[in-house]
């Protein structure tokens, strides 16, 4: 049944919505100006080469040998993280990113336990990475870096599901 009676003028209540929505838009320059943001953007990448180092210390693992392809999928999310979050700083400062890039660590022995405890570390460290871009995401309003953000946060997700199949497996 048509509803007769209804208002179907549907554009007055988008463009009401539309004005709210560009008086409300903030600029570059006003993110550019926001230190707090920016100190969490630097923390966010050491955050990130922080994992890149766990990831590339349990690839390097021999006890992890046959699950390799799993933590070499997240240790190049990682580096596709670092990028992301460089291109985020380029976005809102102009320059670029003055993190270093991670350098190449020496892997350590680990027993079959230690595996299971290094992998358990990890996964706790993505949990908290997790929440952290969470944050993150919630401090920057322009649509289009939260849709950065959120791949990476999708991305943290991904590595928590897969370091805890890694973890009952080896536990």
Same mark, same amino acid.
Not at 49 to 56: C, K, N, P, Y
Not at 119 to 145: V, W
């Given at each position: 049944?048509?509803?007769?009676?209804?208002?179907?003028?549907?554009?007055?209540?988008?463009?009401?919505?539309?004005?709210?929505?560009?008086?409300?838009?903030?600029?570059?320059?006003?993110?550019?100006?926001?230190?707090?943001?920016?100190?969490?953007?630097?923390?966010?990448?050491?955050?990130?080469?922080?994992?890149?180092?766990?990831?590339?210390?349990?690839?390097?693992? /021999?006890? &992890?040998?046959?699950?390799? #392809? !799993?933590?070499?999928?997240?240790? *190049?999310? %990682? +580096?596709?993280?670092? $990028?992301?979050?460089?291109?985020?700083?380029?976005?809102?400062?102009?320059?670029?990113?003055?993190?270093?890039?991670?350098?190449?660590?020496?892997?350590?022995?680990?027993?079959?336990?230690?595996?299971?405890?290094?992998?358990?570390?990890?996964?706790?460290?993505?949990?908290?990475?997790?929440?952290?871009?969470? /944050?993150? &995401?919630?401090?920057?309003? #322009? !649509?289009?870096?939260?849709?950065? *953000?959120? %791949? +990476?946060?999708?991305? $943290?997700?991904?590595?928590?599901?897969?370091?805890?199949?890694?973890?009952?497996?080896?536990?």
């Amino acid at each position: 049944m048509y509803p007769y009676r209804s208002n179907t003028n549907i554009y007055q209540k988008n463009t009401s919505i539309n004005t709210r929505e560009a008086s409300l838009s903030v600029t570059k320059q006003d993110l550019k100006q926001d230190k707090r943001l920016l100190e969490l953007l630097e923390i966010a990448q050491q955050e990130t080469i922080e994992s890149l180092s766990a990831f590339e210390a349990l690839i390097k693992n /021999e006890a &992890l040998q046959p699950d390799i #392809e !799993t933590l070499r999928n997240a240790y *190049l999310d %990682e +580096i596709k993280h670092l $990028k992301l979050l460089q291109e985020i700083l380029y976005n809102i400062t102009g320059k670029p990113s003055s993190m270093q890039q991670p350098t190449q660590s020496t892997a350590t022995e680990t027993t079959h336990q230690n595996v299971s405890s290094e992998i358990e570390k990890t996964l706790h460290q993505e949990m908290e990475q997790t929440d952290f871009f969470r /944050e993150l &995401l919630i401090a920057i309003p #322009e !649509t289009d870096l939260r849709d950065i *953000l959120f %791949e +990476i946060i999708t991305d $943290k997700q991904d590595h928590c599901i897969r370091l805890c199949f890694l973890f009952s497996k080896y536990k």
